[in-house]
Structures are given as structure tokens and as C-alpha cells.
């Protein structure tokens, strides 16, 4: 059966299992006819799929089922929040609820007719009010956010409720910026200032900072900022240091969008999803009768200088490892590139560390690249192109002649001063023979400091048509969408290189073929 999926919506842990929403098509692998689609896990890995959640079929969603989130409320009761699209084809918050909580698979959902809960007020654009937000409870009220926009600001509507089911707007926004259009699936979130462990969203206090993401419909890609939560005010203020608009921190470099983050109780930690869109044809879609996929969940958590979050894969992932191999202390001169055997190469976790003995051919950042963002310095500076410190790093799904391959690399430059600047890339560019394709250089800088520690890390995922990797300290991500056409299943391949004049040593790797995930039996 032909089928899409898109955003994850409602993700919570109930019951003993993990619940995933999203917004799929059962009727093809293209947008359109969207229900909230239904999985469950014991373990975030193996997943079971359970009839949709919900579906067009009220006035207050008879034009669509849009993303939303999930809320636990007090007695251990669910509840889920979505956008409706209404016969004025409006967009409108709802309200769903369980048939049975005592279910812990929560198999069927009902509507109740007291929906819509909250409106556009009049004046309010009513085709850019969506994706509510998980509810918060505070200062003897539950709270919530609505994307949305006004001209040109991308704006997080604030709404209060003592009862979650009557709501007031509040009279200022809770948060907005200027020039960053509309703004999808807001998540809003707690972490604390020292540790790895999560957050309740209802968790507040002077040991946390507070966390707001959204998504650019314009850019088609997400940027948060970290900063105070002024519960007095109701308003959210990012920390000065911080860009608050298109070229802000990202979870992803890459093909990431519509994410969204949830607390997990049962292991304290707060587990982010994100949607990974197809970059080839609808009509190839069709054909392969499938499109869009989930990105595998990672933990989030505050940096130790509190200017960044960090994320790498849930611990979970390692039950999927197979056959394992190791290279050590493998030298790379200028144009080696050196195969990794023994492992299924279109399905592999790579786990690797790079080190440098000197930075002294860095190459000089040219003064003129400092109006390209990274992903436009990337695709000047591919891994194609001689450098004198990089690129260098893997190249993932390659064909054996490297007709294709996918590169995950680095290049450092030095700045004004003993500064370097380390940027890290994930280049489609070379990765298939076909040419209807998207295949940008995907890239961002690592805030690193490579004067006392002369070290890059790097873990790629490696899944037949997406590469999720993980940079230095867990700080920089990238997710590419490829398709090659002769590296594929078992003639796949991976290599480890080096085009830069600097001698590169891999000082160790280690790379497993990965199995595939059973399904639940629920």
C-alpha cells in the first residue's frame, strides 16, 4: 500500500509503552488525506503499528487533522491536542481522549463535541494558527502554545486554562521575532543547567533554563534559542548571546523539520523525534510506495557552558548491532581513502575518532566567505576540493569506483587571531548518478576549541537512503536524504579519507552492521 508520513506529533510514554502519533496518508505516498497515525513500543526501537488515532470526521476536523501533541494530566490521563481544519477551512485546537485509559496501547480515541477548545480570534490570520503545543502546568494554571504569525513575525500564541477545557489567550504573545514567517510545531521545554537527565515540561525553577524551538514554514527548517522563562510576565526571553531567527542554533543541519521533544519518566531523560522528508520525485514516491520517515529519537540536554544543547542517539539503538569491526591508528595521507570491510555497509552504526597532530596548514578563512552560511561554504569548499587541514572523514554509501558516495567530513580553517573554525559537512552532492534530485551540502560549524585537544569525533547512522551524523561532543548534527543507484545493499560500501596536505590518523573506529527492528506483537 502506497503511504506518507510526516510530522511526529504526540509522542508520550503510557501504560509501560511509548506511543508515537504522526501525521500520515494511508491513501498514498504523497501529502494529503492526513490522519493521526498510531504506533507503540516497549523500547523506542521495535514498534508495532495500531489503527489511526484519529481522523477527519467532525465540523472541527472535517478538513484535516493536523500535528498536535500529548499531555498527561494529573490521575495518569492522557490527552491529545491537534489542529482541525474546519468547514470555513479555519484552523482550530481540539481535544481528543482515550475510549479506555485503562489500555495501555490506547487503541481508540474519541472526539469530544464540546470541541473546537480554543478559536482565532477575529483579526487573527485563521490559516496560520496551528501545532499546539504539549500543556504545562503552573501557578494554578495549565498553559500552552499556538504557532502562528503576524506580517512577518513568526509568533508563539500563549493560552491559560484551570480546567484544560476552557481557555483564555493571553494579551501579549508569549514569544515572537521578526522576519521568521510563520511558525510551525512550537515546543517549548525545560532542561537543567548540569547533567544529562530530563525534565517534567511542568518542571520550573531557578536550576533550569528553558528551551523554545520552532519551525520555519518559510525555510523549511527549525532553529531554537535557549533562554528565561519569566513566569510573572507569562513571556519567554532568549539569552542575549543568542540568534533568535533564521540563522540560529539548530537541532539538525540537515533534512530535519516539525520535531518534537517529550519526557521520558521511566528513564529521565528528554527523547527528541524528528520528520526526514524524501529529496527525490513524488512520482518515485509512488513508485517505491512509501515517503517521509521518523529520524531515529536522540536524548537532549544542556551544554555545560549552557550555550548549546546537545543530543546524540538513545541508548537503545545498540540492540541492533550486529557483526563489528575495528581499525586503529590508520594513517591517512592526502588522497588516501581506505575501506572499512567486514560489516553491512548500507546499514551500519560508524563510530569514529580523527586526530590531528598539528593546525598548522589550516587554511586561512578567507574574509569573504563570512556572508556564506555554512552550508553555502560547503558546497565551495566539497570534499572534492584539496584543503590543507581536511576535509576529511567518511564517505558512506559509496560504490566501489566512488561513482557515488556520500561524504560526512571536516574541514578546519584558521580565523583572526589562534581562533579555528571547525565546520562539518554532509555532502549529497556526489551521492547518486540520478539526476532529478535535491543533493545539497548540508553543514554547521562545532563550537570546539581544538588548541588543548586535537580530536574530532564523528558517529554516522548509515540506513540505505538517510545518514544521520553526530559531531564532536555531541554538538553538531546533520541528516541527509540520499538514493544512490549503484550503492545500494550489499554493494554499498564505506571508506575512511583524507584530501587535505595534513596527515589525518583515525585513531580508532568502530563500525557494525545493524540488524533490522522486529515488530511488536501488541
Known amino acids: 500500500m502506497n503511504q506518507s508520513t510526516t510530522d511526529p506529533n504526540g509522542p508520550m510514554y503510557f501504560g509501560g509503552l511509548y506511543h508515537l502519533f504522526y501525521q500520515y496518508n494511508p491513501k498514498g505516498a504523497v501529502w494529503g488525506n492526513i490522519v493521526w ?14 489503527e489511526p488515532a484519529i481522523y477527519p470526521s467532525k465540523p472541527f476536523d472535517i478538513n484535516g487533522c493536523w500535528s498536535g501533541s ?28 482515550p475510549a479506555n485509559a485503562s489500555d495501555p496501547y490506547l487503541r481508540q480515541w474519541i472526539k469530544p463535541d464540546n470541541n473546537p477548545l480554543v478559536v482565532p480570534d477575529a483579526g487573527m490570520n485563521a490559516t496560520a494558527f496551528r501545532d499546539p503545543t504539549t500543556a504545562w502546568w503552573i501557578d494554578g494554571h495549565w498553559k500552552m502554545l499556538v504557532g502562528g504569525r503576524r506580517k512577518h513575525r513568526g509568533v508563539a500564541h500563549l493560552y491559560r486554562s484551570k480546567d484544560f477545557m476552557h481557555w483564555v489567550k493571553a494579551h501579549h504573545p508569549f514569544h515572537s521575532a521578526p522576519h521568521t514567517g510563520m511558525w510551525e510545531c512550537p515546543d517549548f521545554y525545560p532542561v537543567p543547567l548540569v547533567g544529562k ?22 525555510t523549511r527548517y527549525e532553529y531554537y534559542t535557549i533562554g ?10 532568549p539569552d542575549k548571546a543568542l540568534v533568535d531567527g533564521w540563522s540560529g542554533l539548530r537541532y539538525d543541519y540537515g533534512n530535519f523539520y516539525a520535531s518534537k521533544s517529550f519526557f521520558d519518566p521511566a528513564k529521565s531523560r528528554r527523547i527528541l523525534w524528528g520528520w526526514a522528508n524524501e529529496s527525490d520525485t513524488s512520482q518515485e514516491d509512488v513508485a517505491k510506495g512509501w515517503a517521509g520517515i521518523q529520524t531515529i529519537p536522540r536524548v537532549v540536554w544542556l551544554s555545560p557552558d549552557r550555550k548549546q544543547l546537545l543530543q546524540w542517539p538513545i541508548e537503545e539503538l545498540e540492540t541492533l548491532r550486529g557483526q563489528k569491526v575495528e581499525l586503529n591508528i590508520q594513517k591517512l595521507k592526502l588522497g588516501d581513502y581506505v575501506e572499512v570491510k567486514g560489516i553491512t555497509a548500507a546499514q551500519a552504526d560508524v563510530d569514529v575518532l580523527f586526530s590531528i597532530p598539528s593546525l598548522d596548514k589550516a587554511e586561512d578563512f578567507d574574509p569573504s566567505w563570512t556572508s556564506l552560511d555554512a552550508q553555502r561554504l560547503c558546497g565551495l569548499k566539497g570534499s572534492k576540493v584539496q584543503g590543507g587541514l ?22 578546519i580553517f584558521k580565523a583572526q587571531g589562534s581562533r579555528h573554525l571547525v ?12 539526476n532529478n534530485l535535491y543533493k545539497p551540502s548540508f553543514a554547521g560549524f562545532v563550537d570546539i576549541d581544538l588548541t588543548s585537544y586535537k580530536k574530532l569525533s564523528l558517529r554516522s547512522l548509515i540506513d540505505h537512503s538517510v545518514v544521520e551524523s553526530f559531531g564532536p561532543g555531541a554538538k553538531t548534527c546533520i541528516t541527509s536524504r540520499v538514493y544512490p543507484t549503484l550503492a545500494v545493499n550489499k554493494e554499498a560500501h564505506l571508506f575512511v579519507f583524507n584530501n587535505g596536505t595534513e596527515t589525518i590518523t583515525v585513531e580508532s573506529l568502530t563500525a557494525w552492521s545493524m540488524n533490522a527492528p522486529k515488530q511488536m506483537n501488541a
Open 37 to 50: 497515525a498510531h504506533s507503540v513500543s516497549k523500547d523506542l526501537i521495535n514498534w508495532e503499528a495500531l
Open 197 to 218: 537527565f530530563g525534565l517534567d515540561t511542568s518542571n520550573f525553577g531557578v536550576d533550569v533554563k528553558h528551551v523554545m524551538k520552532v519551525s520555519l514554514d518559510e
Open 70 to 97: 500529548a499531555t498527561i494530566l494529573p490521575g495518569n490521563k492522557p490527552i491529545i491536542l491537534y489542529t482541525g481544519i474546519d468547514p470555513q477551512n479555519r484552523q482550530v485546537q481540539n481535544y481528543a481522549i
Open 228 to 237: 528565561k522563562y519569566f513566569l510573572e510576565k507569562d513571556r519567554y526571553v
Open 390 to 411: 581536511g576535509p576529511f572523514g567518511l564517505l558512506t554509501l559509496a560504490s566501489q569506483n566512488l561513482e557515488e558516495f556520500t561524504p560526512v567530513f571536516f574541514r
Open 423 to 434: 565546520l562539518m559537512c554532509s555532502d549529497a552532492t556526489s551521492s547518486s548518478l540520478q
